[in-house]
């Protein structure tokens, strides 16, 4: 009978293990590296929900008074003056009192525009905890792409950055930038209600007609189409102040749902059209959008998460998604008893 000797088998093991072990380093290298690279993409969107905010509260009304072109020195001189701002003025007060006190000239420039929202968001993304403290380092942060009042009152913004030297990450939102005094929904009230103190039924008429619904509201499923872009949009409203989507497994459930259902829509016929209605096919349709109104209250970090993890559920399914944020609701500060808003 013959034995094997224990330093042979000592060397197998050894072997072995050298073998392995750089295997096993490369797994949890890529599994660090992806779990920065969601951190990463994360702070971005958090930083650019609250650029987009700024520049919806305040980019319009720099365009209706004439200011849409920053001098020279303004551009090299606004990231630090934002920095330097006291603890007692928001950024958003900084912003409006810098742009009033600079020459600008006439006519929209998109480039000019652009560095203003890469210089706030810049600000954002320094003050977020993950990025001041070195977990993440990022640079590059671009702007390129992004959009301002062509032909509407729209901003489209555009960011991406690169991790680790090579990875480009990005994201994008939506929203519209509107003046207090010229907002076409505080006519509503004289005593400043708003959208979102309206019922479901009214607000979400009223919004469906502000963000380019053209369809009838009883229309199944679309609020809008776009012969020239053959593109179909639905146009839905949450309230995420309401305690309802404090819990996120029931956010997460409302927005999946709509996007399902809009996934499955392939035939207006299918439905029962009203005489007259336009009859709107899948063959007809060459993108989709789906249009989230939320209000200008700050989210929770679980629904900031929700938010991201539907858009990427939304865009494997081909539907483009978009977060604008419009208002302030103040419904359940003194209603506590609504507890289910059920998205309009």
Same mark, same amino acid.
């Given at each position: 009978?013959?034995?094997?000797?224990?330093?042979?088998?000592?060397?197998?093991?050894?072997?072995?293990?050298?073998?392995?072990?750089?295997?096993?380093?490369?797994?949890?290298?890529?599994?660090?590296?992806?779990?920065?690279?969601?951190?990463?993409?994360?702070?971005?969107?958090?930083?650019?929900?609250?650029?987009?905010? =700024?520049?919806?509260?305040?980019?319009?009304?720099?365009?209706?008074?004439?200011?849409?072109?920053?001098?020279?020195?303004?551009?090299?001189?606004?990231?630090?003056?934002?920095?330097?701002?006291?603890?007692?003025?928001?950024?958003?007060?900084?912003?409006?009192?810098?742009?009033? =006190?600079?020459?600008?000239?006439?006519?929209?420039?998109?480039?000019?525009?652009?560095?203003?929202?890469?210089?706030?968001?810049?600000?954002?993304?320094?003050?977020?905890?993950?990025?001041?403290?070195?977990?993440?380092?990022?640079?590059?942060?671009?702007?390129?792409?992004?959009?301002?009042?062509?032909?509407?009152?729209?901003?489209?913004?555009?960011?991406?950055?690169?991790?680790?030297?090579?990875?480009?990450?990005?994201?994008?939102?939506?929203?519209?930038?509107?003046?207090?005094?010229?907002?076409?929904?505080?006519?509503?009230?004289?005593?400043?209600?708003?959208?979102?103190?309206?019922?479901?039924?009214?607000?979400?008429?009223?919004?469906?007609?502000?963000?380019?619904?053209?369809?009838?509201?009883?229309?199944?499923?679309?609020?809008?189409?776009?012969?020239?872009?053959?593109?179909?949009?639905?146009?839905?409203?949450?309230?995420?102040?309401?305690?309802?989507?404090?819990?996120?497994?029931? =956010?997460?459930?409302?927005?999946?749902?709509?996007?399902?259902?809009?996934?499955?829509?392939?035939?207006?016929?299918?439905?029962?059209?009203?005489?007259?209605?336009?009859?709107?096919?899948?063959?007809?349709?060459?993108?989709?959008?789906?249009?989230?109104?939320?209000?200008?209250?700050?989210?929770?970090?679980?629904?900031?998460?929700?938010?991201?993890?539907?858009?990427?559920?939304?865009?494997?399914?081909?539907?483009?998604?978009?977060?604008?944020?419009?208002?302030?609701?103040?419904?359940?500060?003194?209603?506590?008893?609504?507890?289910?808003?059920?998205?309009?």
């Amino acid at each position: 009978m013959k034995f094997r000797s224990r330093s042979h088998i000592d060397g197998s093991v050894s072997l072995e293990t050298c073998l392995l072990m750089p295997v096993i380093i490369g797994v949890l290298i890529f599994g660090l590296r992806i779990v920065q690279t969601v951190t990463a993409v994360n702070c971005l969107d958090r930083a650019l929900y609250k650029t987009a905010r =700024l520049m919806s509260d305040y980019g319009l009304l720099y365009h209706e008074y004439g200011l849409e072109q920053l001098e020279n020195d303004a551009l090299s001189s606004i990231g630090d003056f934002i920095k330097g701002k006291t603890g007692s003025e928001t950024a958003g007060n900084v912003m409006f009192r810098f742009f009033f =006190l600079r020459e600008c000239a006439m006519g929209t420039d998109d480039l000019l525009y652009t560095q203003a929202s890469q210089k706030i968001c810049e600000y954002f993304l320094n003050t977020d905890p993950l990025i001041k403290n070195g977990y993440i380092t990022a640079d590059k942060l671009s702007f390129t792409g992004s959009k301002f009042y062509n032909g509407s009152d729209d901003i489209e913004l555009y960011a991406s950055y690169r991790l680790f030297g090579w990875l480009k990450v990005g994201s994008s939102i939506r929203t519209r930038a509107w003046i207090r005094g010229n907002d076409p929904l505080l006519s509503i009230s004289e005593s400043g209600v708003t959208v979102w103190q309206l019922n479901n039924f009214a607000r979400g008429k009223i919004l469906r007609s502000i963000f380019g619904g053209n369809l009838p509201y009883d229309y199944p499923v679309l609020s809008a189409y776009d012969e020239n872009k053959k593109e179909a949009t639905v146009i839905k409203s949450i309230d995420l102040t309401a305690p309802y989507y404090q819990n996120e497994r029931d =956010l997460n459930k409302e927005l999946r749902d709509m996007i399902d259902k809009f996934a499955k829509f392939s035939n207006a016929a299918d439905y029962q059209l009203k005489p007259g209605y336009p009859v709107i096919t899948s063959d007809m349709i060459v993108s989709r959008r789906l249009t989230i109104i939320v209000p200008e209250n700050d989210i929770t970090y679980a629904q900031s998460e929700v938010l991201n993890k539907c858009m990427v559920y939304s865009y494997s399914k081909e539907i483009i998604f978009e977060v604008i944020p419009y208002q302030r609701s103040t419904r359940y500060q003194s209603d506590a008893n609504d507890s289910n808003d059920n998205g309009s």
